[in-house]
Structures are given as structure tokens and as C-alpha cells.
């Protein structure tokens, strides 16, 4: 454990480790207004996003995540952005936002972010512009 902890420590930002170590908004809405689930063919990771909206703002919005400490990270940190913005701020969200919110990324995690964003991407197009 010992030499497991001192190279992820050194590796991800207390940030990083809190949002895999605390994940916030884990699992699946009930009834979602938005799913999309999306998958890196390079590295496995899988990330399943569901989010409700009401009056074009997203109310609520939840994760799964099969991959690496930062595909884990990266959708805690988006659902945490995502709360309370409406459909067109969501949009414009990009994949620093979500390296900034976890403090940094290692550059060979930062495929990660690029998957929570894919898959806010996937769930937009399932409402009208």
C-alpha cells in the first residue's frame, strides 16, 4: 500500500484523489431527461452520464464510471459543473474546465476529460436547440 499511495499521490492532485476517493453525483437518474454513455476504445474507460432538466437549466445530473482514477474523477468533477447551468452554458463547457475544477491532470490522463465531455456531449444532442 505504501508504494501504491506515494506514486498516486505524486501523480494526481488532492483534488483528483477527492473526487475518485469522494466521488459526487454517482450513479443513474431514475427517469432521466438525457443519457449517453461513452467509451475510449484506446484505453476501456466507460463513462455513462444521465442528467434532468427543468426550465432549460440541469437540475440534477449523475455518473458511472468504469476506468482509470481519472475517468472517475473527471465525471464526478462534470456533474458537479454541470448543477444548475442552463443547456446553453453546459455547451460551452470544455475539456480545461474540468482539468481546472480537479486542480490538474497528469498529460496522459487528460483522455479523461476528454470522455466526460463526449459524453455531456452525447446527452445535449438529446435535447432541441
Known amino acids: 500500500m505504501g508504494i501504491l499511495t506515494f506514486t498516486i499521490n505524486n501523480v494526481y492532485s488532492t483534488q483528483v484523489l477527492d473526487h475518485f476517493q469522494t466521488p459526487r453525483?454517482?450513479?443513474?437518474i431514475?427517469?432521466?431527461?438525457?443519457?449517453?454513455?461513452?467509451?475510449?476504445?484506446a484505453c476501456g474507460d466507460i463513462l455513462k452520464l444521465t442528467l434532468k432538466v427543468?426550465?432549460?437549466?440541469?437540475?440534477?445530473a449523475r455518473f458511472k464510471a468504469?476506468?482509470?482514477?481519472?475517468?472517475?474523477?473527471?465525471?464526478?468533477a462534470l456533474?458537479?459543473?454541470?448543477?444548475g447551468r442552463t443547456l446553453n452554458e453546459a455547451q460551452t463547457l470544455r475539456r480545461a474546465d474540468v482539468i481546472t475544477a480537479l486542480g490538474s491532470l497528469p498529460q496522459a490522463s487528460t483522455h479523461a476529460a476528454h470522455l466526460a465531455l463526449d459524453?455531456?456531449?452525447?446527452?445535449?444532442?438529446?435535447?432541441?436547440?
Open 25 to 28: 453525483n454517482p450513479g443513474e
Open 30 to 41: 431514475a427517469s432521466p431527461d438525457a443519457t449517453a454513455e461513452v467509451e475510449n476504445p
Open 54 to 60: 427543468a426550465a432549460g437549466r440541469i437540475t440534477e
Open 66 to 76: 468504469k476506468g482509470c482514477v481519472a475517468a472517475i474523477a473527471c465525471g464526478s
Open 119 to 129: 459524453a455531456l456531449s452525447a446527452a445535449l444532442t438529446q435535447f432541441p436547440t
Open 79 to 83: 456533474t458537479e459543473l454541470l448543477i
